[in-house]
């Protein structure tokens, strides 16, 4: 048996009991996290493949001749030769830019040899894939700056003792133009135009410029200048990836595997993939107890794509989990606080996951929040004139922005729960009272129920205190 089957023996023994114990949670997060560091080097080739294809959307041209190219390989006394680019556009990291750097982690485990190529020149045009408009380019200042913090924000689902790193202005900076030229009278223009993206912009009337046009040739050129076995993308990335094959077909190379990694949908559940700019996302450098109760507080049916995504387990361990939850057997709940915690774990340890684990459970199961000892707080006398949104996206940082906040009220998410001696009175805030003084709503609703208040966006909840 493998390395990985004997940890898929262990894990099935706990997946069956009962997953509401924190005892039972404990170990199986200790089985399942450790698998984030175990050597694979073990599987055949086919398994190999099987393994990265269950998680990705695509492998092109086939699962079949990734295990091919794995074993010609393995002849050789060589791994593959994997390839991903960063275009270094933001100095946060999310959850959503986690999903190649697992992938990437499993190659490696697999024996497989991983560079990382920083977009420093492609980054100046700016990836125009997904997007209605174009995408602003970044300045030398704008790429030092967001790459200074990458890498600690993503270290803990990959391991950067063991990859190589590459600049693509190293290869693209001196490209003359005449070998521009020579290349590009060998890509049909209708190549480049088939992006659903671009043909959408110019339907619309909008602007389509020179350099987005290039885009696909740059990125594909870092593929030719390292003779990639594998390159991997988002599934948005398709035709990007595409085009590395169709040049290093050009060069005279063998063409690389293309392998696609799903865009994780957003936390709110509305189906938009996961962005900063939505405010539906899970940053990597939040605190534990933040990234728990956010992924608490995602829509049941996420909690398959999540599993896929951001753990290390088996397609018949998630399988098995949902089957106790369709016969009853297992509370959603029970596993949506394994996931948070697997999550957790990942970022900041064991210890942290169950700490972060109890403090949900005490904020949401205790009668009394003054029971919760770890409550953000506004202070009344100092952010009572500033509306209730502000306060929420300014102050607390529950909402991305004062329209999202007046979305909850729009869905009666919105909330004051009061607390006295006889219980918790909930007061339902509309829209309307989103927008006045976090002090006048408060001595309204306090005149008609006496006592300590507490202000809860969605699963969100904080002290106002001063009150």
């Known amino acids: 048996m493998t390395r990985l089957g004997e940890s898929v023996a ?68 060589k791994g593959l030769h994997i390839k991903l680019g960063i275009d270094p556009t933001a100095t946060d990291v999310h959850l959503g830019h986690a999903v190649p750097l697992i992938i990437l982690s499993r190659f490696q485990r697999l024996g497989h040899d991983v560079t990382l190529i920083i977009g420093d020149f492609t980054a100046k045009i700016g990836d125009p894939s997904g997007r209605s408009t174009e995408r602003p380019p ?25 990859v190589s790193f590459r600049q693509n202005s190293e290869w693209l900076a001196p490209y003359t133009f005449p070998e521009l030229l020579s290349l590009l009278s060998k890509v049909p223009a209708s190549q480049l135009l088939q992006r659903d993206d671009f043909r959408t912009r110019l339907a ?12 696909p040739i740059a990125q594909g050129l870092d593929s030719v200048a390292l003779a990639c076995d594998v390159e991997l993308g988002g599934a948005d990335q398709l035709l990007n990836l595409q085009m590395g094959r169709k040049l290093m077909e050009l060069k005279g190379q063998q063409p690389q595997l293309v392998v696609t990694m799903p865009l994780i949908e957003g936390t709110d559940g509305t189906g938009a993939k996961m962005s900063k700019s939505k405010g539906n996302y899970v940053g990597l450098n939040a605190p534990a107890e933040d990234v728990f109760g956010k992924i608490m507080s995602v829509p049941d049916r996420l909690m398959e794509p999540y599993l896929k995504a951001w753990t290390e387990w088996t397609d018949e361990e998630i399988a098995q989990v949902l089957a106790r939850i369709e016969a009853k057997s297992l509370h959603p709940m029970d596993l949506k606080k394994i996931l948070a915690g ?28 003054a029971d919760v000892s770890t409550l953000p707080s506004v202070d009344l006398a100092e952010h009572g004139t500033e509306t209730v949104a502000t306060v929420l996206t300014k102050v607390l940082e529950f909402t991305a922005s004062a329209s999202a ?3 909850l009220a729009k869905q009666n998410a919105l909330r004051l729960v009061i607390e006295a001696e006889s219980g918790q009175e909930t007061v339902v805030l509309a829209e309307a009272e989103a927008i006045r003084p976090l002090a006048e709503v408060l001595a309204e609703k306090l005149a008609a129920t006496p006592g300590t208040p507490y202000l809860k966006a969605g699963r969100k909840l904080a002290q106002i205190q001063g009150a």
């Open 405 to 407: 906040a007046r979305r």
């Open 138 to 162: 970044l300045t030398d200042e704008d790429i030092a700056k967001n790459l200074a913090t990458y890498r600690d924000q993503v270290r803990p689902f990959f391991d950067f003792e063991k």
């Open 342 to 369: 697997e999550v957790v774990t990942a970022l900041y340890g064991i210890e942290a996951a169950m700490a972060a684990r109890a403090g949900f459970v005490a904020q949401f199961s205790k009668k009394s929040f």
């Open 204 to 215: 619309d009337g909008s602007g389509l410029t020179m350099t987005e046009m290039l885009y």
């Open 10 to 77: 262990r894990a099935s023994t706990l997946l069956s009991a009962d997953l509401s114990a924190d005892s039972t949670v404990e170990e199986l997060l200790k089985e399942t996290g450790a698998r984030r560091y175990l050597d694979l080097t073990d599987l055949p080739a086919k398994e190999q493949a099987a393994l990265i294809a269950a998680r990705t959307v695509e492998v092109l041209p086939g699962v079949d001749q990734l295990a091919e190219r794995i074993e010609e390989r393995k002849a050789a006394g």
